[in-house]
């Protein structure tokens, strides 16, 4: 099939590269001049695991990148939208890529054409991509919109797209949904058929859930510290329960990232302008920023003064296995630890150059041993696998005190003991903690 995808973000790229690999004419488009020129030349502009092989296996000869967004409209017969929608201030929508994507689908729309919206969207946003191709086009060619939703996560984001549990097709007619289900036959999954709308609330729907299973476990695990039991036995307890089950119960930080902030923040916007005030969805919210704090003063109560303290920091990106920072609990906790007087030293294994952009008066080191030589304490912010395989005879002998407060619960409490670390989890009932104390 020849399909062009509009916007070569996350989104765009592992789609556009996974469907050449299944055989299809992919033209890719961004407005980004500097992106499309790596990755013309096969070089990937973001860290995600097996997207580099698929991209180099599939250029420029079923795979092909360029800037110019009319051209590549005319190319194909299936147009995926997959540019940004970020949050405005006020946690509304920013539809303004959309519609400029949209304008530009309408003045170069030649034949009959398919415009598949990926990108996650207010719900109507199909109808009003039909109105702006309608208006801004010679207003003669028919064209289709159909709602598309990506479930794809970032550092599992080809394997996710390969393989995933379902995937939402939302026309109103369904003979559409089937031609563009037609893409997704060679995955053999399950692929669910809907009107247009609720295709488009069934991604914020998903999102807002899974949100509120982080910041349920997070509560559950911060009443685990007041009482002293433990999260771990405590989610093996719960997940048991197969109505329940085991999938998105690690307590830690809260949740960061492009999506679940945004949409869940989207959500509550929506709800308020057609007449609905979300309950549950403020108190998410609430109970990951709080997450933060907990994990602060932690910190603080284990060391005492910050003042002056050196604070080794492990990990910075939203979660392990990608270099994304939005949203990521360290944007938060470094700054809110500086402020306390701390200095920082931090180790990412990919966000070495971010780093030295993003945080002032940080250490960047190039290892995570660096980092932790002579910190009065070591704060573990992101799961990277690489943190889980240490030597911690040699971490404590290096350390200047040997207290590790792990924001992610990747140690096991009692294997710290036996090394003698002062080590605090996140609801590991190893202490009592509240926030004035
Ligand atoms: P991104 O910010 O990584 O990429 C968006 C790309 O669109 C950028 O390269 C930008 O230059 C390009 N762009 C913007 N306006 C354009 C225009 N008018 N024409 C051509 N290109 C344009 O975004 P992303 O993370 O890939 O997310 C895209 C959408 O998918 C969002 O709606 C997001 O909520 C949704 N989504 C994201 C993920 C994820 O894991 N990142 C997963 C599922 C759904
Ligand atoms: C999430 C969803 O999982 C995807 O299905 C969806 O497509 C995507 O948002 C989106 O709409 O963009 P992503 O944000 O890439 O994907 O990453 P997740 O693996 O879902 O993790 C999100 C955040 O939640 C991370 O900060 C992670 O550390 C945190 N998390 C996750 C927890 O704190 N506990 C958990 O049990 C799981």
């Given at each position: 099939m020849r399909i062009t995808i509009i916007g070569v973000g996350y989104v765009g790229l592992v789609t556009g590269a996974c469907f050449a690999d299944m055989g299809n004419r992919i033209v890719c488009a961004d407005v980004d001049k500097k992106k499309i020129q790596l990755l013309s030349k096969g070089t990937i502009p973001i860290f995600e695991p097996g997207l580099e092989e698929i991209v180099r296996r599939n250029l420029n000869h079923r795979l092909f990148f360029t800037n110019n967004i009319g051209h590549a409209v005319r190319e194909s017969d299936f147009i995926f939208i997959a540019v940004g929608t970020p949050s405005k201030?006020?946690?509304?929508?920013?539809i303004s890529y959309i519609e400029k994507a949209a304008r530009v689908i309408a003045a170069h729309l030649d034949q009959y054409k398919v415009i598949v919206n990926k990108s996650t969207v207010p719900i109507g946003m199909g109808y009003l991509v039909a109105r702006i191709i309608q208006k801004y086009s010679t207003g003669q060619t028919p064209f289709d919109v159909v709602s598309n939703p990506e479930f794809l996560r970032e550092g599992s984001a080809v394997k996710d797209l390969l393989k995933p549990h379902r995937v939402v097709i939302g026309a109103d007619r369904r003979e559409i949904a089937q031609k563009v289900s037609e893409i997704y036959e060679p995955l053999h999954c399950p692929i669910l058929l809907t009107d247009l709308k609720s295709a488009e609330m069934i991604k914020y729907a998903s999102n807002a859930f899974l949100a509120c299973k982080i910041s349920f476990i997070n509560e559950i695990a911060n009443m685990c510290d007041q009482v002293g039991a433990d999260i771990h036995q405590v989610t093996q307890g719960i997940a048991l329960d197969p109505r329940i089950g085991?999938?998105?119960?690690n307590a830690g930080l809260g949740f960061g990232g492009s999506c679940f902030p945004k949409d869940v923040s989207a959500l509550i916007q929506m709800g308020k302008k057609h007449g609905y005030q979300f309950k549950i969805l403020p108190e998410i919210l609430e109970v990951n920023q709080f997450q933060r704090k907990w994990f602060i003063s932690k910190v603080k109560q284990t060391l005492g003064v910050l003042k002056g303290k050196t604070i080794a920091i492990w990990g910075i990106s939203f979660k392990p296995d990608t270099d994304d920072l939005r949203e990521a609990p360290s944007l938060e906790i470094i700054p809110a630890l500086q402020k306390a007087g701390a200095h920082v030293k931090l180790y990412d294994p990919v966000c070495t150059l971010a780093a030295k952009q993003i945080f002032k008066n940080v250490q960047v080191c190039k290892t995570a041993y660096e980092a932790a030589k002579n910190a009065d304490a070591l704060g573990l912010l992101t799961d990277w696998?690489?943190?889980?395989?240490?030597?911690f005879k040699y971490l404590k002998s290096i350390l200047k005190s040997p207290i590790i407060i792990d924001g992610?619960?990747?140690?096991d409490p009692h294997e710290m003991l036996e090394n003698q670390f002062i080590y605090q989890g996140m609801g590991q009932g190893t202490r009592l903690y509240s926030l004035d104390q």
């Open positions: 201030q006020n946690g509304q929508v920013d085991d999938q998105f119960l696998n690489e943190f889980k395989q240490i030597d992610r619960n990747i140690y």
